[in-house]
C-alpha cells in the first residue's frame, strides 16, 4: 500500500503521519482480506480553513469538517448493509482524502484521546470511505463502524466510538 501525503500545515509534523497512514491502510485491507499491495491513497494534512473550503466546494457545506474523502471509483453496495465491490489492481488509485489538523486535535482532547488515535482511526475511516463503506443507511454504518473497532482494535487502539 503506498499513501501518498502531502502536508499543507506543518503541525501535522509532530506525528510522522506517513507512517501512521501507512500502518492504517495496511492494518485496513488486512481487516477486509484484501492485499494492499500496488493500490495508492493520496493524503492531503491541512487545516480547518483548507478542510472548510473543500467541503463548500464539493459537499456545499463551507465549515470545517474532520476527514474528506473522494473515491476513484463508485464501489458503495447496492443493498443496506452489503459489502462494497473490492478494488481491482488494474485500477490502484483509490482516491484522496483530506484531514484537518485543527478539528482533529480539538476532538481527540474533548474524548480525551492522543491525536496520533484520533488521526489513526480518522484515515482509516477515510480508506473505508474509498473502498465503498459509508455511514448514510443504517446497515452500512453498523458495518463500517464494527470494521472501525475491529481495525483500531487491531492496532491496540480504543474503540473510538465507546464514551470515553
Partial sequence: ???????????????????LAEAAATATFAQLGLSGSGFEVSLLACNDARIADLNADFRGKPTPTNVLSWPSDERAAQVDGGQPLAPLPRDPELGDIAIAYDTCAAEAEAVGKTLSDHATHLIVHGILHLLGYDHDRDQDATLMEGLEKQILGNMGLADPYRDA
Wanted: glycine share 0%; net charge negative.
Fill in 1 to 19: 500500500m503506498i499513501v501518498d501525503c502531502m502536508i499543507e500545515d506543518r503541525r501535522w509534523l509532530s506525528l510522522d503521519l506517513e507512517a
